[in-house]
């Protein structure tokens, strides 16, 4: 799947003055922008290049294709795989700031602890290791008790050697005990 946006002009006194080409595009955004949103997404296939170049055609600009078409359904979600793209390209800083914008949807899948946990690896592969403890606290407060994937996780590895660490491990387990 494809992503397109468009946002606001800057300058407000022309927001109402889209290109004339766009039917439908046009009055959408205008009311969008009108009712407050920040921004408008076009979605579609990535195969569907007729939906493609129309988007790009009235105005909106290509922001990323999905890993998925699952990430539409849920807005953390779909934050989330963006972030585990970038993390997959290497773009640590994206991921995290994508992994922490997932993490602010109100609406969490199932996994929604896993969410802190990636943005506190992103954030300690940056070298943001007080980041990285915050969000590795958050992660655990959402209920991560996942003991396996914290030790096997490498971007946590300077992490590892800190007295916090064994006080992470042992708040999991003490709150699985407590189960």
């Not at 296939?45 to 105005?59: I, K």
Request: with cysteine; proline share 4%.
């Amino acid at each position: 799947m494809a992503i397109n946006r468009a946002e606001p002009p800057n300058d407000p006194s022309e927001r109402n003055s889209f290109d004339q080409r766009d039917l439908f595009g046009s009055p959408c955004r205008r009311y969008a922008f009108t009712q407050g949103y920040h921004a408008v997404g076009w979605h579609c296939n990535t195969e569907n290049t007729g939906s493609r170049r129309t988007a790009l055609h009235v105005g909106f600009v290509h922001e990323r294709d999905y890993v998925n078409h699952f990430c539409v359904r849920n807005e953390a979600v779909h934050w989330a795989e963006a972030g585990r793209l970038q993390e997959m390209r290497g773009d640590y800083r994206a991921a995290a700031d994508f992994y922490i914008r997932a993490a602010s949807i109100t609406e969490q899948p199932d996994w929604g602890c896993y969410i802190p946990f990636y943005a506190a690896c992103a954030l300690a592969r940056l070298g943001e290791y007080a980041a990285a403890w915050d969000w590795l606290r958050q992660a655990v407060e959402q209920g991560l008790d996942d003991i396996a994937s914290l030790q096997a996780s490498e971007a946590l590895s300077p992490l590892k050697g800190a007295e916090r660490w064994a006080v992470l491990l042992q708040s999991i387990e003490q709150k699985k005990g407590g189960d």
